[in-house]
T-cell receptor
């Protein structure tokens, strides 16, 4: 049972480049989330999904897109990266009922030059 | 708008001492208050959580104190150990079913040997 995994672990992009971050969970969780973590700002929700084929905007969705074609995967895309998107990105998942505990992945450190 | 305010930003405690981290919230609809612990290079993990029907919850050396009238809650780490050195996030959520967690800005705790 791997829990929540994220790929890649590190990435450096140039401004304007695109990339996709992959999150996978093997716990059969309904809910999945993408957060970004910046110094002094805690964890901020980018997008989330309450089930396969559904996505919704969180607190800071601009510049990002997501897809959940399979229940176990949640993809975060940056179409045209900007330096302001330099951050550590965390994926999380939780059960449907109660959704009390969110299980986080190890994170992806992204630098945009 | 910061819905959960966390302090201090950083904290240094001697081994064996008590670490105290405070959080305050504004939304009276919040009814679930978890604390997450994050070690360097790792994702956050649920440490302990409380609901407002009790004023205190204890799990080992970790205790949450909750003051509903003051809209404040705090994490106390008794007999702090160097292995407790991590970043701690408080969070809050309103209602049942799927509701987004709102995180505080985090406290970096260093327990000196």
């Amino acid at each position: 049972n791997a829990g929540v995994t994220q790929t890649p672990k590190f990435r450096v992009l140039k401004t304007g480049q695109s990339m996709t971050l992959l999150c996978a969970q093997d716990m059969n969780h309904e809910y999945m989330y993408w957060y970004r973590q910046d110094p002094g700002m805690g964890l901020r929700l980018i997008h989330y999904s309450v089930g396969e084929g559904t996505t919704a905007k969180g607190e800071v969705p601009d510049g990002y897109n997501v897809s959940r074609l399979k229940k176990q995967n949640f993809l975060l895309g940056l179409e045209s990266a900007a330096p302001s998107q330099t951050s550590v990105y965390f994926c999380a998942s939780s059960y449907r009922e109660g959704a009390d505990t969110q299980y986080f992945g190890p994170g992806t450190r992204l630098t945009v030059l | 708008q910061q819905q959960v305010k966390q302090s201090p930003q950083s904290l240094i405690v001697q081994k064996g001492g008590i670490s105290i981290i405070n959080c305050a919230y504004e939304n009276t609809a919040f009814d679930y208050f978890p604390w997450y612990q994050q070690f360097p290079g790792k994702g956050p993990a649920l440490l302990i959580a409380i609901r407002p029907d009790v004023s205190e919850k204890k799990e080992g050396r970790f205790t949450i104190s909750f003051n509903k009238s003051a809209k404040q809650f705090s994490l106390h780490i008794m007999d702090s150990q160097p292995g407790d050195s991590a970043t701690y996030f408080c969070a809050a959520r309103a209602g049942t079913g799927f509701q987004k967690l709102v995180f505080g800005t985090g406290t970096r705790l260093l327990v000196s040997p």
